[in-house]
């Protein structure tokens, strides 16, 4: 079956990556290298250069979001962070966004680079600070301490930021239930409108990978490490931000918008080194390796090195996939509409053994995880993996 369903609208959202950081994380498994000595101004040249070039290949009249992720976009000095987004502002449909991310890490951030980005109406931070805990910051590669964090949130009250996000990993090697615990009332002090949550997994290639194997860091066992997460969601709904996706906590509201494209399956362009994108039903990745991804834009040629066209089947499945992890699930009818087919005759038959396992609940209109099945969402989407036809 190789038809596809997707028609590429005149709306996409874009995810541009910034690759480099002043330090590199053990656990990281990111596209990412030392800022020292790399071609940072060229690569912003040809970061931009990619965003011409997909943009006259395939023409919006609307972004909804912009998320400048990495790597670490705030080691960019002021003057480079102006440079990117003078380019971004030129080149997108500015007046359509309706969130414009960038990542940030504690200690990172200036008041001359905050302001140059309230000048091109950056309107949400989402900032890296995984522990509250400063021997753990320390056994896990980060460079910030607790202290950079309060700083950083200081510095953006002071100048009337105030939609932000922090990043939180549990699960870390020699993380106590206390030491968890402790960050997560620390990070709810803050009295921030968005929270994302991840346990720790371990990635081939990183340092922490390596040192795993060689018995050298234990992690917390499973059942910890379930208790962390559910004390996690108890306390976030105890303080009014929502659970509305597996590992994602906001106010009403304030959930993120440019994660939501992914998790409905919605198209979006990738930009910059290593970074993946989604057009109807081509799904492409770009080189990684810096000097890999500058040599054919300096070409003005596009920098994909891999593409794969999804047939309608691998779609619906990635529908369920992504779409199962929000927690108002799947509507039956949205599925329709996108592929023109009954949800219940592509996967009625998968329904009740998983209703009855207690993992899954039906409504009228939508499919989504119980209480049990968030915990378990791996097992649950395997459910939804067609025979090929």
Not at 300 to 312: M, R, S, V
Not at 332 to 351: C, H, I, M, P, S
Not at 364 to 382: K, M, P, Q, S
Request: glycine content about 6%; hydrophobic content about 35%.
């Amino acid at each position: 079956m190789n038809e596809s369903t997707q028609s590429i609208g005149k709306s996409i959202s874009a995810y541009l990556h910034i690759p480099f950081c002043e330090h590199i994380c053990y656990y990281c498994d990111f596209n990412k290298v030392f800022l020292e000595g790399q071609p940072v101004d060229e690569y912003i040249e040809m970061l931009l250069r990619e965003i011409q070039l997909g943009l006259a290949q395939q023409p919006i009249t609307e972004a909804k979001t912009i998320y400048i992720g990495g790597g670490t976009p705030t080691s960019l000095s002021a003057k480079q962070l102006d440079c990117l987004l003078a380019g971004v502002t030129e080149y997108f449909p500015m007046e359509t966004v309706k969130e414009f991310t960038i990542e940030a890490n504690p200690g990172d951030l200036t008041k001359e680079k905050l302001q140059v980005m309230k000048n091109y109406d950056i309107d949400r931070l989402s900032m890296g600070v995984q522990t509250f805990d400063n021997r753990l910051l320390k056994k896990i590669g980060r460079k910030h301490s607790a202290e950079d964090v309060y700083q950083t949130i200081e510095l953006l009250r002071k100048e009337q930021f105030d939609n932000v996000s922090i990043d939180l990993i549990y699960a870390l090697p020699g993380q106590s239930l206390e030491s968890f615990r402790d960050t997560l009332k620390r990070a709810l002090d803050l009295d921030l409108p968005h929270y994302s949550m991840y346990s720790l997994i371990l990635e081939n290639k990183t340092m922490f990978m390596n040192w795993v194997r060689q018995g050298r860091i234990e992690l917390p066992d499973q059942e910890v490490e379930s208790q962390m997460f559910e004390e996690a969601i108890e306390q976030m709904e105890k303080h009014g931000r929502h659970q509305y996706e597996i590992s994602n906590f906001a106010l009403s509201g304030k959930e993120s918008q440019h994660n939501l494209i992914y998790w409905n399956n919605e198209n979006y362009f990738g930009f910059g080194a290593g970074a993946s994108g989604y057009l109807g039903d081509r799904r492409y990745k770009n080189y990684g390796p810096i000097q890999h991804y500058l040599k054919p834009l300096r070409e003005n040629k596009l920098p994909a090195y891999e593409e794969e066209f999804l047939t309608k089947q691998n779609q619906m499945e990635e529908e369920m996939f992504l779409g199962l992890r929000k927690i108002a699930g799947i509507s039956k009818r949205v599925f329709k509409e996108k592929f023109g087919v009954d949800f219940q005759t592509v996967y009625g038959a998968v329904l009740p053994e998983l209703k009855q396992k207690g993992w899954l609940l039906e409504e009228e209109d939508a499919i989504r995880l119980t209480d049990t099945g968030l915990f378990i969402g791996n097992e649950v989407f395997e459910k939804f993996l067609l025979k090929d036809s």
